[in-house]
């Protein structure tokens, strides 16, 4: 069958199961092609050997099952490169990126030392580290699936190290300059945890108001901040308020909100004075 008819029936199957039938389909087929996404558009009359035909059938029923695109091709990009992802480690999602775009804005490459507490598939510990070569990253995660797969994402940078551990337990205070965090923060009743299911949920969700997390990481992250560093927490839409007031609690300074582009709150940040 030509790829073109192909993509055509297979985004039928898709509808009211994903947002996007044609882009996954797309996806899945340069996946299985190896080739990118846009090639499809110059060789719609390409077909498919039998091979390939059942490789791409079998990723299509497990879209159609409701898995994530990025589980099944394994990978998803993020800030500036591709980052292996497995159900060990939950999606990075493109609002995350507001973390790297407000570091990156606010500090120099002037030689510190930054956390990122639990750093998952790594994507924001890796994107600081390739970003600002000067810096020494330390990804941190409980989970040591999570972090073999942090590992390799990461190969080939040398400012780049990890640890398995929660939070930040174990490091010495006042030692950090920077720590950055997006913890998990969904509520545990969470209606919009449906179409999470394939996702780790200890990734997801944090007690019945999302925050626990939250509360254990600002009060540690002070702790081990040097004074003058900094600390930054994604959070939930509606959690605003609270994070900062929990910054405030915690004897953070210049404590500030600030909303991704989609104009939802995402972020707080605080000095350590
Ligand atoms: N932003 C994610 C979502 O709601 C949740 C990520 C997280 O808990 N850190 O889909």
Known sequence: MRTDVL?????????????????DCQIMLGHVLGKPREWLYGHSDATLTDTETTCFQQMLTRRQNGE??????GTR????????VTPAVLIPRPETELIIDTVLERLDDA?????????????????????????????????????????????????????????????????????????????????????????PVSALTSGPD???????????GYHCLKTGGLLIVEHG????????????????????GLVDLQGNPRLVLGKKP
Request: proline residues 4%; contains cysteine; hydrophobic residues 40%.
């Open 7 to 23: 993509l055509s029936l297979s985004s039928l199957k898709l509808d009211g199961i994903s947002d996007t039938p044609l882009l």
């Open 68 to 73: 994530p695109i990025a589980y099944i091709t």
């Open 77 to 84: 990009s993020f800030w500036k490169r591709e980052f292996m």
């Open 111 to 199: 030689s510190i030392n930054v956390l990122d507490l639990g750093t998952g598939s790594g994507a924001i510990a890796i994107s600081l580290a390739a970003e600002r070569t000067t810096w020494q990253v330390t990804g941190i995660d409980n989970s040591g699936e999570a972090l073999s797969i942090a590992r390799l994402n990461g190969e080939g940078l040398l400012n780049l190290d990890w640890l398995e551990g929660s939070w930040c337990n174990g490091i010495k205070a006042a030692s950090v300059d920077l720590i950055v965090s997006n913890p998990p923060y969904v509520e545990e009743g969470d209606s919009h945890l449906d179409q999470l299911t394939f996702e």
């Open 210 to 220: 999302g925050l626990d997390a939250i509360r254990d990481i600002v009060p540690a």
């Open 237 to 256: 839409y509606r959690q605003q308020p609270t994070v900062m007031s929990l910054f405030d609690a915690a004897g953070f300074k210049d404590v500030e």
